[in-house]
């Protein structure tokens, strides 16, 4: 861990074993054929980047958070945790009380993106009713959906709403798209809604030059006006972004910039996360 007062801190990163019989995988998540908890760690480690929050990977597990428990249980200093909830289950606010009840839970998540979905859906609208009463943020991939994350957002004002990764679709492998920030404006105009703040996450994976990615800053820049940086959190998105940049590549991209100030740096980095999410690596 770094032992300066500023916390550099992951706003999003995944842990996964190979595919087992034990503990099969549902489906595919591009990056390494494992990233465990200690490789995760490592890695932090190797980049002095001090905790991060772990988020269950759906295209792997699906609603099944046990493997993201276990690394807390290695880890319990390092990972503030987040699960995504079965909009299609019945028992959605006992799901969530029985989350939140354990040690390192931070957040919930919803997958707009798995799906067709409206915003009168029964389940979606009920996962957001139980992050409020739990009093956690409730993480939204709603890259492709701004519209309906949108509608979510304003039927729960008093539910924090994050939208993951910047909100814009980013690609798994090279190359980027032609238009990476063609969803730009849209995303922009959910600033309007007090309730949501925004991961700018994976945003080297968009970027068409290479590192440390300086297109990156003109649109980035526009996302910081809009929120105020008290309402972004930095994070790379490890291990989605491996064909793309390395995991150094995706935190020194924000330290070498002269974009932003070491003010700016310190809020974005780790301040704005901490106060979202009332945790801070060291808790355990």
């Known amino acids: 861990m770094t032992t300066s007062q500023m916390q550099t801190i992951d706003c999003q990163v995944h842990c996964y074993e190979r595919d087992r019989p034990e503990r099969p995988w549902v489906g595919f998540l591009q990056g ?10 490592a890695a932090m480690d190797s980049v002095g980047v001090d905790g991060a929050i772990l988020i269950s990977p759906f295209s792997m597990y699906r609603y099944d958070a046990s493997y993201a428990l276990e690394v807390y249980s290695k880890h319990p200093t390092r990972f503030g945790l987040v699960r995504p909830f079965d909009p299609h289950s019945d028992s959605i606010a006992e799901e969530m009380a029985e989350w939140t009840g354990n040690a390192g839970v931070i957040g919930a998540r919803i997958m707009l993106t798995a799906e067709p979905f409206e915003a009168d859906h029964p ?8 992050g409020a009463a739990a009093g956690v943020p409730v993480n939204v991939m ?45 995303v922009l105009s959910l600033a309007a809604l007090d309730n949501v703040v925004i991961k700018i996450s994976g945003a080297g994976t968009l970027s068409q030059e290479p590192f440390p990615y300086p297109d990156i800053w003109e649109p980035l820049r526009q996302i910081f006006d809009a929120y105020g940086l008290d309402r972004c959190l930095w994070g790379t998105d490890w291990t989605r972004a491996t064909r793309l940049l390395n995991y150094e590549q995706g935190v020194e991209a924000f330290r070498v910039t002269d974009q ?8 974005l980095m780790g301040g704005t996360l901490k106060r979202v999410y009332k945790w801070s690596p060291g808790q355990g």
């Open 123 to 130: 389940g979606l609208n009920r996962i957001l009713d139980a």
């Open 142 to 186: 709603c890259s492709t959906k701004l519209g309906l994350f949108g509608e979510l957002a304003r039927r729960h004002p008093n539910t924090l709403m994050v939208i993951d990764h910047l909100g814009i679709p980013q690609p798994p492998e090279p190359p980027p798209p032609a238009e990476p920030w063609a969803d730009l404006p849209e």
């Open 32 to 41: 390494p054929d494992e990233v465990t908890g200690d490789d995760m760690v």
């Open 260 to 267: 932003l100030s070491d003010a700016e740096r310190e809020v």
